[in-house]
């Protein structure tokens, strides 16, 4: 029998009447001839209560003990999910992370998945039931420790359940009708997508796209599972991200992204020698701080600087590593600068069309919008410019691109 | 080295600035010498929160999601309490019940603890490490499933582990200053009590005096456990219950307690033969529900009338058995009264003095207090009496034995 996974994030699970309403649409499409399998987030808002009160307690608190904290919300959307199930006569049972066997590392706060016991869950499907599981959470397998996959986790829950399943489909419910050529916030008539390519898809996530979580997309693609981000409050269809089909290479850009979470480090002064960029990012590695961009001047009397981005959450923890970095590589100083952002434009089309890094810098600087660093793969250009000057460089860039309606 | 348990309860957990209280009492006892183990319930007011959730989507909730649901209040507070301890410089770890192997029952609601495996918790003591255990939940052995022990099983939580760790000592933290001899909100200057036996506690706690779960004076009892109960909110000694020692002979009566929370149901022209007690009382076993006093009239017309007290939550659940007792038995009719209630004296003195029982009645006679039921154990009678008339009773009886100071 075909397999669902269904994911509904904390706006869809905001209250009592939402969370009804969701039951509704998994009891529906159980109907429709799938065993259905839900993945649910915390209610709206719970995790930043749970962490706010954390961080009342200690800012720095450990790990560990958020985890232990934060998945926490998970399981009582799980219970909840289930007891609508069962109140609309849909026999249900519901499962933690660590019941259903999602194995982690031991990385708390952003784990990563690394087995799925599927059997438990297609017992209790082969029985008739909706197995609800909870998104964003898992276990360590050395210390059975409960773990967090990080902000955005539930998607990677569903995805990975999805592939342990071989599921034949994978919906994420969320709070907008789809995947946006650009944020609808921002650039108002920003056209949807109806279908995107997982490569795309990823270059999107990753750039702060909010929609779709990185490494759900990273998993989807790695086991071939087709998603279709959807909106909890319409039945509309919305996004399916697959592989690449033809029609896709007609776009050149299929999307403008920004992201404001980052933070600008400078390595000034550095003398030129081999190693020295391992040197560093081996020393931030060792602090699971995730770096973004990176960028190493020419070298100049011999003397280099080295930029790099990292989360402006992770800021402090490299301010901590000041002396540490300049002394392993010499460098005169290091400088920090938060008010950065980041912004994208992103396309499978530029694998075969030329000219679009070029139409990209000259759209910003029409704008007078200065870029600071610039980083490339084969399907994405990115451009750090000021904070305060993101969101009209991504309307000037869409409008460059007709990713709007005219009407704006 | 010694074991010292502690349990901090909902209102000793109620915020954060509350919690780091708790949390520098913990390390204040650890530097008497004692390796630390505590446990936490839900934050005050949590288990209600998340239980008016389920209620809202449906008032008959399956008993084990609501068990996955409230078992969430504690994960919560252990996380916090963890995060206290070691901002305060003290290493600290977190456990959820299943974690430390917290195998119980089956029944969810009501899981009765079967074992636990002290070796992670000891292991965890011997690296100098205060171990946070989350009260009130456990795990059931056949199916992995999340249970809980019943309101005020944290207490159990508390002594059960004392009791697998061989602890010293087991301290009850908790609203109030210790055992009184009647609530003090009903009788002012009621006397607080410096020692109590298990028995006597067993009686009191059974019979609704709110400071301590009966199910956890019962593992103590049974393990020979001594419990402190005491104010977390200041430093006075509490009420130590313990086994029993001479000079409590010297009280005929250490406590009047009552109970609102019952309902009586009564079988009306039972006919009388043998087996009518057990057809009655096994269908009502076999629902989980809790029976209290059972009355049996002396038969007339060979006609018998049964009564019993059950929890007024579980009279649903016994009006939907109504056709099936009465049919069962051949009884006329089933009637039912809510507006009743229990006040009971207590005293292991009881033994060896006569005559409590005979003050007991004249005392409520003479405040024209009518008697419903009696039913006796050897250091316990209790009445069933109007629920209006329940404190005036409490407060009479303490007068006439003499538990509460006189200025009242």
Redesign the interface.
Known sequence: MAICVQKYGGTSMGD?EL??NAARKVIAKGKEGFQMVVVVSAMAGETNR?LA??D???PR??A???D??A???E??S???M???L??LGQQS??F?GP?VGIVTDEVFGQARIKSIDNQRIQAELNRGKVVVVAGFQGMSAVS?D?TTLGRGGSDTSAVALAAALKADECEIYTDVDGVFMADPNVVPGAKKLEKISYDEMLELASMGAKVLHHRAVEFAKKYRVPLHVRSSFNDQPGTWVIEEVPEMEKLQVSGVTSNKKEAKVSLLGVPDRPGIAAAIFEKIAAKNILVDMIIQNVAENGLNDISFTVEKSALPDVLDMKEELTAAVGAREMVTDKDIAKVSVIGVGMRSHCGVAARMFSTLARNNINIEMISTSEIKISCLIREQQVDQAVRSLCEEFNLADSAK
Chains 1, 2 share one sequence.
Do not use: N
């Open positions: 009592v969370i009804r749970l009160l954390a009342a307690i200690d608190a450990s560990r003990e958020k232990m904290l998945s926490a919300g399981q009582v799980i219970a909840l289930a007891i609508a069962q109140k049972i519901s933690t019941q059975g409960i």
